[in-house]
């Protein structure tokens, strides 16, 4: 039963009001696209023990999808941000790296 | 023998007796007794038989660790099994059975599982039961099934009531010992919002009976005194009988209140469920006594020592005339001193240490106690009952020295803190090796979501035993510096001891019990690891060690001991098996709360509700809606109730009320771009006033929703969902726009529930229209696939010229407060037309009937729209839409797939449900190919046969070939593959 912080509305919402949609800043591939593209963009997901992006959705609240940065080991979250970007803020990234100096990045 | 102190008892009221009964005997107690201490104050050492051997058991514990003294509580709707006597307060009329024997408790047929326990060690079942295969499903499982399990399954329903509450503090703290009540007090002084919760009635834990001094006064003083400071603080919320169940992530912690369990029919719920979150949680949850592991530790009147002297300082009950103690460490001797000043007997104190120099020891034998070190209990005697011990040096193999008459035993192994709250949410422990057990690691807590410590231990659930400590680490741990002083008797190390003696041949180990409860003995652990059995959870599922419902609280430290001396490795590194929740048993009725019966869901009415029950409607559930399913009339079956609605339909006019529809509006300058890259066909070049059928997919290519899209002007468009998928649907196009495409100006809103929606359908809908009054709704005016704005009936109305039956057909919307009215209004015009309402399964003959596919019946989730021969609803022309990639896969673009057929029965039955075709021929796993299932059938009123939709291979290419088709007997009935559209297959009758 998570807690996060809207980035819309500002709430701190717990998981019964939150829907979760899986892993965040995937590139979508459409028609025309290559098999191993769409592969990818339809199946590969990450499953890190440790810094995952991932996406939410305030749904019992404001109905706003937002992307979230949290530890899937020890559940700390790092950060949320708004949806509407197709990477981290850079200060989160610094964040989640002085907090977690092993870590490699998002991509 | 046990029975009741003439004086003492700190819980009872002596003035306020209560009677009760155990097997039917009549007992008395005193209120303030829990049921465990009552039933010793009437001499009932014997209160079970155990799981596999039905041994006789006695009671080990006072608390919630008790891992024997379980019963059937109660009778009728307030029978529960299972309940631990040491928990569960007595009151005035209780009734209980003892568990797990047949005829009695004190004949126990069972019991000749005990002289063949030799042939039932660890893993008996799994390596008998395996061959002959047959023989398990026949000749075991019903006599394993009959002869397991503790108590009996409740028969009744529940009459009792359990409610939900919520609660959000600052700080949790869990547990009323002196621990707890420090924390809080700090926290609470702090101005913090602060829960302090306790599982018993009684606050102040185990302080009193040790006889400790805080701040000079005596515990109970102290105990009060902070009580009442507490109850002061506005701050503070004080609950007894509240036991942590669990701790979840980042401070949810599910809480279970008994307040109703001790006056049963009082009018109060039973359970009170918390669901608390909490900033941050103090476990300060105590720790446990170990028992020792020696032969015959199960006899009834072998106890725990800490346990004993519960029962002599809070309910004046001795366990016995002659106690002998065993123990391994200094606390034990304050069970000495304790049965002592009590006038009672203890023959002699057994110390398993070469060196006993503490306080209390010296204690003990100034007050002429005789202490004997480096001994060790060979072996208990008696059967039902002590009777005496066998005793020989710790150090050897059990050569008897000297037997001694006794008639209780008290036994100390040390103990463990309490770290299920800390180990639920990831947690970790160290192993302290001076006190031989698992500590909470300070350094490794689970975390909170900001990255802090969500759970802090307090006191004795640190590892911290002694007074003193734990009133300076549950001080720190609220955040404090400024603790109470405490003055307790200086106490020696401990040595651990995990078997006794500890040379102890196989004859001595097969009587030494672990889990008595699952009667798991060290034999057993040590065959599991002779058989390879390395892992401490392989070996708990082998031997199910602490795996009973008290989870191994007073077992599982011993059993791994065990397992790691047998593995040679380090305990360390043996490790724990996983804590999980719940810490006790929480019972179902409590987790269910007010969620069953009518509210056991939230429902979804239409405005129309109410007429349809008052008219007799049999409902349905459709997502969260109720939906009548037919209007049965007097003497009618469903059956005839549906085929008469059909029928009437076709011939004359139905009316459905389609409210349940969903309506999504799309609206803004990218609209148009939008709906076409969420459905298959184009939706932006759709005319003003006009409706268009229209398909959604997945991303995979997997048709998901359907329904007919209305243009209502230049920007906005109506698009229906189906009933169950509105919501679904909202959040999909939300999802598509909100993270996907933001830059387009478009705006969404469900607005299912702001219309009531009835459809008028039939050969007379134009007829009952025009009686009604409004708005043009000739063929010319208004034709096929349109919808307009206006009046009907006085009514403001939204009409859309759709049909899913195939007949001439309204739909038509008005505000959701004048649904009622509008429907009465469209009965009292449509009555010299023969007019009848129909219910959601005459909608789906009807649609059957011709062909019409409904998502969840035709689809599953793995169905593209060209299986069902919608190719034409999929735009050629568009660059993109959801499902277009993923459509063009092989796989999906084979022309192998199954596709939608017609069937019929060549009798012109009813083909079952579900029913699949069979072809030639086997698969790898031995069973039989196929090549098509049924996915709709009805029987059709109008044509007077069963009909069926179904996805065969190669599709429409086989019109005209008889095929196989399961029956639920499993015998075949030939079918014809034909067209699927059953009904007026030209279209006239819609399009009039």
């Known amino acids: 039963m998570l807690i996060l912080e809207c980035p819309c509305c500002g709430v701190m919402a717990e998981e019964t009001e939150l829907a979760p949609g899986g892993e965040a800043h995937l590139k979508r591939f459409g028609a025309g696209s290559s098999d191993e593209d769409f592969e990818t963009y339809m199946f590969a997901r990450k499953n890190p023990k440790g810094v995952h992006f991932e996406r939410w959705r305030h749904a019992y609240g404001c109905g706003k999808w937002f992307l979230a940065a949290r530890c899937t080991a020890t559940l700390e979250v790092f950060g949320t941000y708004p949806a509407q970007t197709t990477e981290p803020p850079a200060e989160l990234v610094e964040k989640i790296k002085a907090k977690r100096p092993d870590w490699k990045g998002w991509k | ?992």
């Open chain 2, 1 to 992: 023998m046990s029975t009741r102190l003439a004086k003492g008892g700190r819980l009872i009221d002596r003035t306020a007796p209560q009677e009760f009964t155990f097997n039917g005997k009549r007992m008395k107690g005193f209120a303030g007794d829990t049921l465990a201490a009552a039933l010793l104050a009437n001499d009932q050492i014997l209160v079970g038989r155990s799981f596999k051997y039905h041994r006789p058991r006695g009671i080990v514990a006072s608390g919630a660790e008790e891992p024997n003294a379980l019963v059937n509580m109660g009778v009728g709707g307030r029978f529960e099994p299972n309940q631990r006597t040491t928990t569960t307060e007595l009151f005035d009329g209780l009734t209980c059975t003892s568990q797990n024997h047949w005829p009695s408790l004190e004949f126990d047929i069972g019991v000749v599982n005990n002289y063949v326990a030799r042939f039932l060690p660890a893993g008996f079942y799994y390596k008998t039961f395996i061959h002959p295969r047959f023989a398990w499903k026949h000749i075991f499982e019903p006599i394993v099934r009959q002869s397991a399990g503790l108590g009996k399954v409740p028969k009744e329903r529940d009459a009792d009531r359990y409610e939900y509450a919520y609660a959000f503090c600052d700080l949790l703290v869990v547990g009323g010992g002196i621990a707890g009540l420090q924390a809080a007090l700090i926290a609470g002084r702090a101005g913090k919002r602060v829960w302090l919760i306790e599982q018993t009635a009684h606050w102040g834990g185990r302080a009193v009976v040790d006889g400790v001094e805080i701040d000079g006064q005596p515990a109970e003083e102290w105990i009060k005194n902070a009580l009442q400071a507490l109850v002061g603080m506005g701050n503070v919320t004080l609950r007894e009988r509240c036991m942590a169940a669990a701790s979840y992530d980042h401070g949810y912690v599910l809480c279970d209140e008994r307040l109703a369990d001790h006056t049963p029919g009082d009018g109060r719920p039973r359970h009170r469920l918390w669901r608390v979150r909490a900033g941050q949680i103090i476990a300060a949850t105590g720790a446990i006594e170990r028992p020792l592991s020696f032969a015959g530790n199960d006899i009834p009147g072998v106890m725990l020592a800490s346990a004993m002297r519960d029962y002599v300082v809070n309910w004046a009950v001795s366990p016995g005339d002659r106690t002998v103690i065993v123990t391994n460490n200094d606390d034990a001797y304050r069970t000495a001193i304790t049965l002592k000043e009590a006038g009672l007997e203890v023959p002699v104190v057994l110390d398993a240490r070469a060196n006993v120099t503490g306080d209390l020891p010296q204690q003990a034998r100034a007050m002429g106690i005789r202490v004997e070190v480096g001994r060790a209990i060979a072996k208990v005697k008696g059967g039902k009952r002590v009777t005496g011990v066998a005793i020989c040096a710790h150090a050897g193999q059990g050569a008897v020295l000297e037997e001694i008459a006794c008639d209780a035993v008290a036994m100390s192994g040390g103990w463990s803190p309490v770290v299920h709250l800390w180990s639920h949410c990831g947690g970790k422990l160290n192993w302290d090796e001076s006190q031989a057990h698992f500590a909470p690691d300070p350094a490794r807590p689970p975390l909170n979501h900001d990255g802090s410590a969500l759970v802090v231990t307090a006191g004795a659930a640190s590892g911290r035993l002694l007074t003193g400590d734990v009133l300076v680490d549950a001080t720190a741990a609220a955040g404090g510096d400024d603790a109470p002083t405490a003055s307790a008797p200086f106490e020696a190390a401990m040595e651990p001891v995990w078997i006794m003696p500890q040379g102890a041949p196989v004859q001595l180990r097969m009587k030494m019990w672990l889990d008595p409860q699952n009667d798991v003995k060290v034999s057993d652990v040590q065959l599991a690891a002779r058989e390879g059995y390395a892992s401490v959870e392989h070996t708990k599922r082998y031997t199910t060690l602490g795996m009973a419902t008290d989870q191994g609280k007073l077992s599982n430290i011993n059993g791994l001991a065990i397992l790691a001396d047998s593995l040679s490795s380090p305990i360390p590194q043996v490790g724990t098996t996983t804590f999980r929740p719940p810490y006790t048993p929480v019972t179902i009725g409590a987790l269910a709360g007010e969620a069953r019966g009518e509210i056991f869901q939230p429902l979804r009415r239409t405005p129309i509700h109410d007429w349809h029950l008052a008219n007799r409607a049999y409902m349905e559930p459709v997502g969260l809606w109720q939906r009548p399913y037919c209007y049965p009339r007097t003497g009618e079956t469903h059956e005839q109730a549906v085929h008469r609605e059909v029928r009437n339909t076709r011939a004359n006019v139905g009316l459905l009320d389609a409210s349940t529809l969903g309506k999504i509006i799309v609206k803004g300058p990218d609209a148009g771009k939008l709906l076409d890259m969420l459905y298959t066909n184009v939706m932006s070049n759709l005319g003003i006033g006009k409706c268009r059928y229209g398909l959604m997919c997945s991303e995979q290519g997997f048709l998901s929703d359907d329904g007919v899209v209305a243009r209502i002007d230049e920007e906005t468009w109506l698009c229906h969902t189906t009933s169950g998928g509105s919501d679904r649907i909202h959040a999909w196009m939300e999802d598509w726009l909100q993270c996907e495409w933001w830059d387009w100006q478009v705006y969404t809103a469900n607005i299912t529930e702001q219309f009531a929606q009835v459809a008028v359908v039939g050969p007379n809908a134009r007829k009952t229209l025009e009686r009604l009054g409004g708005m043009d709704v000739s063929k010319e005016a208004f034709p096929f696939m349109t919808w307009k704005d206006g009046e009907l009936g006085g009514f403001r109305a939204r009409a859309y010229r759709i049909s899913f039956s195939g007949e001439l057909s309204y739909e038509i919307a008005v505000p959701a407060s004048e649904g009622r009215a509008f429907w009465d209004a469209l009965l009292a015009a449509g009555a010299e037309f023969g007019m009848m309402p129909y219910g959601t399964e005459g909608l789906h003959v009807l649609r059957a009937e011709k062909g019409f596919i409904m998502i969840g019946d035709e689809t599953d989730g793995t169905v593209i729209p060209q299986d069902l021969n919608l190719g034409w609803a999929i735009s050629k022309k568009k660059a993109d839409f959801l499902g277009k990639r993923g459509q063009e896969r092989p796989h999906l673009a084979s022309p192998d797939r199954w596709k939608l057929v017609g069937l019929e029965a060549l009798d012109g039955s009813v083909i079952a449900d579900g029913a699949y075709a069979p072809a030639p021929g086997n698969n790898a796993n031995g069973q039989r190919n196929t090549q098509g299932r049924v996915t709709s059938t009805y029987f059709s009123p109008t044509l007077g046969k069963g009909i069926a939709m179904g996805l065969v291979k190669g599709g429409l290419t086989r019109v005209g070939e008889v095929i196989e088709m399961t029956r639920l007997d499993g015998s075949f009935m030939q079918v014809r593959i034909v067209d699927p559209v059953f009904y007026d297959k030209d279209g006239e009758k819609q399009n009039v």
